[in-house]
């Protein structure tokens, strides 16, 4: 055998995902689609995901005893076959999207199979604001004026 490449499939459990990126940052946003015109900036995040996830599991019961969360490692899905990983799959995500610098609460279910939902909380918006794309153009502005030694030129 010349160039032979051997594998092994990790499987995850479907489960619910919220993502994030963990910068307020006009670029990100911008990557992650030019119409956007606002993000979610989450101001108390175990409240926020603690009322999310009963939002959810009102919806499609939850294994609420295994809700957790994690920094997405950016790499190369396929690795050698004698390789283990303590990174869930779930938190595994290629190299071209490392700018997103994401976090992701997984939210497991109780059962085995799960659809898409939609759920509304009034709770959680206690715990979180939409920032404008002007109030974060504003943000990247501050933020790379103090990296400078002379702000404002």
Known sequence: MVNCQFSKKIYSQDMFLFCGSCELDLEIMDRLSPEYNCVLKILRPIEF?????????????LDLNNVYFGHCQYADRVIHYSQDTDVPPALI????????????????????????IEVTSVEASKY????????????????????RLNPGE
């Open 49 to 61: 995901i603690n009322v999310l996830a009963q939002a959810i599991h009102n919806v499609s019961p």
């Open 93 to 116: 995500k290629d190299t071209k999207y490392a700018y997103q610098k994401e976090l992701r609460f997984m939210l497991t279910p109780e059962t085995d199979s799960i659809n898409p």
């Open 128 to 147: 979180c604001k939409f920032v404008s794309a002007a109030e974060l153009a504003d943000v990247t502005k501050r933020r790379l004026n103090s990296y």
